[in-house]
């Protein structure tokens, strides 16, 4: 199946600093999206890309959809401990069912742990 | 606020004994996911649900099958669990308009062990 190669595997920085991650793929994908999972919860949706070269930003989080719609980057800007917890990106692809029905398939990349130092 | 209650956070079993992995999710969503997350391999979809009674195998369905008898309840089971099936599980939902956006809702997870 589609695979993501998402970098880096663990970063652990100090409270102010920038982050940065990405992910790859070999194949395309229709939507890119960025979840955070703090410890002991459930990921989380922080930003959603749905057009190719797109940029969007949420507060201190920046993403952007590869022109060639096989990549993405999250930077998170002056790091704050609540920043803390495995960051996963995905992509979407549109797929049908045998009764013609559409939907959104998730593919996951491997997640980023993120340590966060005051 | 959008709540998806996996029913154990912690179990623990021995190989070879049947599981039931349950969820529910209040908000009439109709879609609904099981994923399993380990380290090193992000989330792993085992198999979704578009309706009540329907199921579609995801990346990873061998070993588990599911059940979706209502519309907020999505089951999974393992029929004789063995120890690679040591994991944490993961429940989602979403509503038919987010198909196409991505956006999952998702449980805190329930971290099975086998032994």
């Known amino acids: 199946g589609q695979q993501l190669n998402q970098s880096p595997q663990s970063m652990f920085i100090q409270e102010g600093e920038d982050v940065s991650m990405n992910c790859t793929s070999s194949?395309?994908?229709?939507?890119w999206l960025w979840y955070k999972q703090d410890p002991g919860e459930g990921p989380v949706l922080l930003i959603a890309?749905?057009?190719?070269?797109e940029l969007t930003s949420n507060g201190r989080l920046t993403a952007q959809f590869g022109i060639t719609r096989k990549d993405s980057f999250l930077n998170i800007s002056a790091s704050i401990p609540s920043d803390v917890g495995i960051y996963f990106c995905?992509?979407?692809?549109?797929?049908?069912?045998?009764?013609?029905?559409?939907?959104?398939?998730?593919?996951f990349g491997q997640g980023t742990i993120l340590t966060v130092h005051p | 606020d959008v709540k998806v209650t996996q029913s154990s956070r912690y179990l623990v079993k021995r190989t070879g004994e049947k599981v039931f992995l349950e969820c529910v999710q209040d908000?009439?969503?109709?879609?609904m996911f099981w994923y399993r997350q380990d380290p090193g391999l992000g989330l792993r979809l085992i198999y979704f649900?578009?309706?009540?009674?329907?199921?579609e195998k995801g990346d990873i369905p061998e070993g588990y099958s599911v059940s979706r008898e209502k519309k907020e309840r999505f089951s999974l089971i393992l029929e004789s669990a063995s120890t690679n099936q040591t994991s944490m599980y993961l429940c989602?939902?979403?509503?038919?308009?987010?198909?196409?956006?991505?956006?999952?809702?998702f449980g805190e997870g329930s971290r099975l062990t086998v032994l």
């Open positions: 989602a939902s979403s509503p038919p308009d987010r198909a196409y956006t991505g956006e999952l809702f």
């Open positions: 194949s395309i994908f229709n939507t």
């Open positions: 890309l749905y057009k190719a070269g």
């Open positions: 995905a992509g979407q692809t549109i797929s049908s069912n045998a009764g013609g029905t559409s939907y959104g398939k998730l593919t």
């Open positions: 908000m009439d969503h109709e879609n």
């Open positions: 649900s578009y309706d009540v009674k329907m199921k």
